[in-house]
């Protein structure tokens, strides 16, 4: 079974604390993936990744960066954390395959709290 | 830009009954993908069904179906003999196709099993 896991289930920081959010899947997937979810807004798409050192913006990049060195391992980072940023944070990963059909597997997620 | 909506926050129903859950969609393309993914209280997101917009034969898998109307862009999920275990979040998920990697979610719709 596909294993997707973040480094925290939750996590409490102060405004303007430097947040990493760490995640590791152990299925050699290519495509890695971060959103936030907020209730009645759904999963928005902060950034993407296909392979490693590449990344691409989602819908809401904003004050949001990340890092992929390896891999299994993408990484959130909120340069300077804000109470907005607040939220339930998912990480998911899939691999290519030919029929475009992949699934996205997901992680428990970390629910954040910027105070 | 592609849009998802689930009308309806939240719903219920009885056990051994049938419930169906809406989605509709907006987008210019003639070939993607959609999906429905459960998120379970406290425990990862998971894919329950997906289609492929060109297939005409509606997805099925054990006890949930879809009813995919193409021109009416929408993709609801039925479930028969509801089971306490499926009381979870139900997103609506839509990817296009071609190089695109990502979902565009719908915001969910909370789904009560009473007893």
């Known amino acids: 079974d596909v294993k997707v896991t973040q480094s925290s289930r939750y996590l409490v920081k102060r405004t303007g604390e430097k947040v990493f959010l760490e995640c590791v899947q152990d299925?050699?997937?290519?495509?890695m993936f971060w959103y936030r979810q907020d209730p009645g807004l759904g999963l928005r798409l902060i950034y993407f990744?296909?392979?490693?050192?590449?990344?691409e913006k989602g819908d809401i990049p904003e004050g949001y960066s990340v890092s992929r060195e390896k891999k299994e391992r993408f990484s959130l980072i909120l340069e300077s954390a804000s109470t907005n940023q607040t939220s339930m944070y998912l990480c998911?990963?899939?691999?290519?395959?030919?029929?475009?059909?992949?699934?996205?597997?997901f992680g428990p997620g970390t629910r954040l709290t910027v105070l | 830009a592609q849009t998802v909506t689930q009308s309806q926050p939240e719903m219920s129903v009885q056990e051994a009954e049938t419930v169906t859950l809406s989605c509709t969609y907006d987008?210019?393309?003639?070939?993607?993908?959609l999906f429905w993914y459960k998120q379970p209280p406290s425990r990862q997101m998971i894919l329950v069904i997906r289609?492929?917009?060109?297939?005409?034969q509606n997805a099925t898998e054990n006890r949930f179906s879809v009813n995919f109307q193409k021109a009416a862009k929408s993709f609801s999920l039925k479930i028969s003999d509801s089971q306490l275990g499926d009381a979870a979040m139900y997103f609506c998920?839509?990817?296009?196709?071609?190089?695109?990697?990502?979902?565009?979610f719908g915001s969910g719709t909370q789904l009560t099993v009473l007893p």
């Open positions: 998920a839509y990817r296009a196709s071609g190089s695109a990697r990502q979902l565009t």
């Open positions: 299925m050699d997937h290519e495509n």
């Open positions: 289609q492929e917009a060109y297939k005409q």
């Open positions: 998911a990963s899939s691999r290519i395959t030919v029929l475009r059909t992949d699934t996205q597997y």
């Open positions: 987008t210019s393309e003639s070939d993607y993908y």
């Open positions: 990744s296909y392979d490693v050192k590449m990344k």
